[in-house]
């Protein structure tokens, strides 16, 4: 566990008014690594009454920008994509598992698994990162 992994993270969380509105809380931090989760809500189901896709996906973008910033270099996502496996329902409690798979000088790829409290697969994220030459506000790195 990196002590300036968490320390990254609350400064980003401290301004991620999107996480903290969906209820998005940390479990574990480490240099390249994220676990999230989020309980899903009713405001959070489509006309099917399944968690929304959009959710799922700002769920692993989350877990991924924690990742790719654990290290305290600002990064932004430069790709992705998404695979839905299985749905989401009202009181589920997910989990968002990000990990590196390479990091270079710039760029990244992340992988991130969305799991549900049955430990079965909810979606699958693959996220490219790129940095921009800056380091996180209020950063240690």
Request: hydrophobic fraction near 40%.
């Amino acid at each position: 566990m990196s002590i300036n992994a968490w320390a990254n993270a609350r400064e980003m969380y401290a301004r991620d008014n999107c996480a903290q509105q969906m209820g998005i809380e940390f479990q574990e931090m480490g240099e390249g690594f994220a676990r999230l989760t989020m309980t899903i809500t009713e405001a959070m189901l489509n006309g099917h009454q399944t968690c929304h896709g959009g959710q799922l996906f700002t769920l692993a973008d989350t877990a991924f920008a924690y990742a790719c910033n654990s290290q305290g270099l600002a990064a932004v996502a430069s790709g992705c994509s998404i695979d839905f496996v299985r749905p989401g329902m009202a009181g589920d409690t997910l989990t968002a598992i990000a990990q590196v798979r390479t990091q270079g000088r710039q760029t990244g790829v992340y992988d991130i698994e969305i799991i549900n409290q049955q430990e079965k697969t909810v979606a699958l994220f693959r996220g490219r990162s790129h940095r921009i030459g800056t380091t996180v506000p209020g950063a240690k790195l």
